[in-house]
C-alpha cells in the first residue's frame, strides 16, 4: 500500500511538472510573438506540440509563427492540425485560406457541385460524434415511447405515420454517422513541406510538379517509398513519403 501511494505521488509530481513548463513555454512563445521574435515563438510552440495533441490555439498560434517565417508549409500543416480538433473556426479558416494564397503556382481545387457539397458538409468527419449522439438519443426516445405504448401509459398516442417517420429519421441519422465516422477514419490528409515532383507510377512515368504547402488526401497505397494521393485537382499521383507530413 506505501509503495503504491509512493508511486502515485510521483506520477502526479510528474504530471504537475509538465503542466509546468507548459505553462511557461507558452508564456514565452507569446512574449516572443508579440516581441516579433518569431523563431523563438515557434521554438517553445513546438515544445508543447511534442509528444502529444494539444489544444488548436496552439496549433493556430504556430501556424502563425511559421507564416511570419514564410515557412508557408509548415504554417498550411499546423493550421489544418487546428481545423482538424477546431473545424468551425473562422480565424483558422481564413488564415488559412491566406497562406495557401501565397502557394506559387497553386493547384486549383475541385469545386463540387451543391449536391456534393452539401452532402460532404452533412457526413464531414467531425460530424460522426454529433449523428451518433443524436442517433443514440432518438433510439432511447423511440424505445421508451414503445414501452410505455405496450404498458398502455403513453403521455400521448402518436398515429402510425408519425411513428413510422420517426423510425425512417433514426435510420437516416444511423446513415449520417456512419457514413461521417468512414470519412474519419479515412481522413488521411498531409501537407507537402518543399517543391516536389510526384510522378503518376512510383518512381517512374510522367512527372507532376507539386509545391510547397499542397495539402493532399493519402490513399492509403505504398510502394515502397511511395505513397500515392489524391491532388487538390484531384488527380492521383505518387510522392515519396519524405516530402510531406500527415496530419
Not at 89 to 117: C, E, Y
Not at 170 to 185: D, G, P, Y
Not at 209 to 214: H, K, L, N, Q, Y
Request: glycine share 4%; charged share 15%.
Amino acid at each position: 500500500m506505501r509503495a503504491f501511494i509512493i508511486i502515485a505521488f510521483c506520477l502526479l509530481s510528474v504530471n504537475l511538472l509538465a503542466t509546468d513548463n507548459i505553462n511557461i513555454y507558452w508564456q514565452k512563445a507569446n512574449t516572443a510573438y508579440q516581441q516579433k521574435n518569431y523563431d523563438t515563438a515557434a521554438y517553445y510552440y513546438e515544445q508543447i506540440t511534442a509528444g502529444k495533441p494539444s489544444a488548436s490555439e496552439v496549433y493556430y498560434n504556430l501556424g502563425n509563427a511559421y507564416y511570419k517565417l514564410n515557412r508557408i508549409g509548415l504554417a498550411i500543416f499546423n493550421y489544418q492540425r487546428a481545423l482538424h480538433i477546431n473545424p468551425k473556426d473562422k480565424n483558422i479558416q481564413d488564415n488559412l485560406l491566406l497562406a495557401q494564397s501565397r502557394i506559387p503556382n497553386r493547384i486549383p481545387q475541385v469545386q463540387d457541385i451543391f449536391f456534393l457539397r452539401w452532402w460532404k458538409g452533412l457526413t464531414a468527419a467531425s460530424t460522426a460524434n454529433t449523428w451518433a449522439v443524436v442517433s443514440l438519443l432518438l433510439f432511447l426516445l423511440l424505445i421508451g415511447y414503445a414501452i410505455l405504448n405496450r404498458l398502455g401509459k403513453s403521455p400521448f398516442p402518436l398515429p402510425f405515420q408519425a411513428r413510422a417517420g420517426a423510425w425512417v429519421l433514426l435510420s437516416v441519422c444511423i446513415i449520417l454517422s456512419f457514413t461521417a465516422a468512414m470519412r474519419k477514419a479515412n481522413s488521411h490528409i498531409a501537407v507537402v513541406m518543399n517543391n516536389t515532383n510526384a510522378m503518376d507510377k512510383p518512381n517512374a512515368g510522367k512527372s507532376l510538379s507539386i509545391p510547397e504547402g499542397t495539402t493532399i488526401l493519402l490513399t492509403g497505397t505504398t510502394n515502397g517509398n511511395w505513397q500515392e494521393a489524391t491532388l487538390p485537382d484531384g488527380k492521383t499521383a505518387w510522392i515519396q513519403k519524405a516530402n510531406f507530413i500527415e496530419i
